[in-house]
């Protein structure tokens, strides 16, 4: 079964500085991976998705993630973090019958 | 352009109730998903549809039906609410496939049942 893993439950980082949201996956076949994004009490919002090409993706809000096939990684990056960047995100990959599979989420908090 | 819609906001049921969640889409997609929210667990999804008359398990199915009689609403049931149940529910929705698979979420249902 296809699966992802959000290591790390919460990235604390100042405002200014680069982040980084990591992600791992495991699936068999080629990989469609994806990342959202969760204010406090709002749906998910879809920030941007790896399907086949450039392992760099470019998403919303200046936000791009680097695919890696010999790490099996789709980390999430920005390189210069904003407030009101604080949210949860959640990594995720398709699953047949084109449902997607989440990982837990990690918090993102952005100190001024 | 509404995008995904869902109803109501947010509901206190008592143990053993039963309600419905309705989702609706104006995006003509033809695949939806009912989904729920744990602290700590990510999304696990209840059921989906793949077009109208059709619906499939999920990962966490018990306890819940569903039906796509209209191509842009997907009801979700609980025949008699548990306090397991309390949970954020959220509808999404997308395209079948060929590379249009990002899928497109409502704002939520607040369900606590007590």
């Known amino acids: 079964a296809q699966s992802v893993a959000q290591p790390e439950d919460q990235v604390n980082v100042a405002e200014g500085n680069p982040l980084t949201v990591k992600c791992t996956y495991s699936?068999?076949?080629?990989?469609?991976l994806f990342w959202y994004v969760q204010y406090p009490n709002r749906g998910l919002q879809f920030l941007l998705k790896?399907?086949?090409?450039?392992?760099l993706v470019k998403g919303s809000y200046g936000f791009e993630a680097e695919f890696n096939k010999s790490q099996t990684s789709f980390h999430l990056k920005k390189p210069s973090a904003l407030v009101s960047d604080s949210a949860l995100y959640f990594c995720?990959?398709?699953?047949?019958?084109?449902?997607?599979?989440f990982g837990a989420g990690t918090i993102l908090r952005v100190k001024s | 352009n509404a995008g995904v819609t869902q109803t109501p906001k947010f509901r206190v049921l008592k143990t053993g109730q039963s309600m419905t969640l309705l989702c609706a889409q104006d995006?003509?997609?033809?695949?939806m998903y009912w989904y729920r929210q744990d602290p700590g667990m990510g999304l696990r999804l209840i059921h989906y549809?793949?077009?109208?008359?059709?619906?499939a398990k999920g990962e966490v199915p018990d306890g819940y039906n569903v039906s796509r009689l209209k191509k842009q609403n997907f009801l979700l049931g609980l025949e008699s609410a548990a306090p397991s149940q309390t949970s954020v529910y959220f509808c999404?929705?997308?395209?079948?496939?060929?590379?249009?698979?990002?899928?497109?979420f409502g704002p939520g249902t607040r369900l606590l049942v007590l």
């Open positions: 999404a929705s997308s395209y079948s496939s060929g590379g249009q698979e990002t899928q497109y």
């Open positions: 699936v068999s076949g080629n990989p469609y």
């Open positions: 790896y399907i086949t090409g450039d392992n």
């Open positions: 995720a990959v398709r699953d047949y019958g084109n449902k997607l599979v």
């Open positions: 995006m003509n997609h033809e695949y």
């Open positions: 549809s793949v077009g109208e008359g059709t619906t």
